[in-house]
C-alpha cells in the first residue's frame, strides 16, 4: 500500500513540478513592489525593471532595498537569514525625471554628509527679541551652536554684546551680527559719573569726571572731583563706574 502512495506522489510530481518549486519563491512583482515603496519613502520617481513573472529564492524575512552608488538609478534587493541573497535591479526613470529627481537626491545627499562634516561653533546670541534703539543688557545674552562656515561677522564672546544698542530688529535665539548694532557708549568723555566702592564692610560713593568713553564692561580712566586723583574704573551702568 505504501508503495502506491509513493508512485502516486510521484507522478504528481511530476505532472505539475512548477507548482511545487513555485511555493518556495519570490514572484518579480513581489520585489518589484518592495522596491516601488522604497522610492517612495524616498520621493524618487521611477520605475523598477523587473520580470514580474520570474521567481526568485524565498526570503523568511522582509526584503532590503539600498541605491547602489550612493543614487537610486539601480538599487540592492538583499535578504538577510539563514539562506541570505542579494540582486541588482535597474530603476528607470522618465525623461523629465531623469536628470532632476535624479540630481535632486543626489543634492539631497550632500547636504546630510555636509551636515554631518561640518563643525559646530558657539556663538553669541539673545534671549529674547529686541528692537532698534534696545540696549542689551547682561540678562538678554546667551551662547548658542552655529556652523564654522556660517560663523561670519558675529561676536564668538557673549559679553561683548552687553551694552551695545540695535540698529534693527533682532531675533531671539539667532545669531547677532555686528551689522546689526552700533556702539553704544554709556558713559562718554568728560561726562560727571557716579564712583561706586563696594566692601566687606563699607560702600563708597563718589562724584567724578570721565576722561574717555566706555560701553558696559568697559575700563576706563576717571577723575575725582573731590581729591583730582585719576583711577581706572568699569563701566557698569549708565553714568556708573565701579572700582
Known sequence: MARYIILIFTFLTLLNPSKLTAENKIPGNIIKKAIENTLALNNVNATPVINEKKLFPKCAHDLNVNPMHQNWKTVSVECIGTFPWKIIIRNKFSSTQNVSSFNLNKESQAIILEKRTIKEVKVAAIKRSIRRGDVIT??????????????????????????????????????????????????????????????????????????????????????????????LAKVVAEKKVNV
Do not use: C
Open 138 to 231: 547682561p540678562t538678554d545674552v546667551i551662547e548658542i551652536s552655529i556652523p564654522e562656515n556660517k560663523a561670519t561677522d558675529i561676536f564668538p564672546n557673549f559679553k561683548d554684546l552687553i551694552g551695545r544698542r540695535a540698529k534693527t530688529t533682532i531675533k531671539a535665539l539667532t545669531p547677532v551680527y555686528s551689522r546689526q548694532l552700533e556702539t553704544n557708549f554709556m558713559i562718554e568723555e568728560d561726562m560727571q559719573v557716579e564712583i561706586i566702592h563696594h566692601s566687606t564692610h563699607i560702600s563708597v560713593q563718589m562724584e567724578g569726571i570721565a576722561l574717555e568713553n566706555g560701553q558696559f564692561g568697559d575700563w576706563i580712566k576717571v577723575k575725582n572731583i573731590k581729591s583730582g586723583r585719576i583711577i
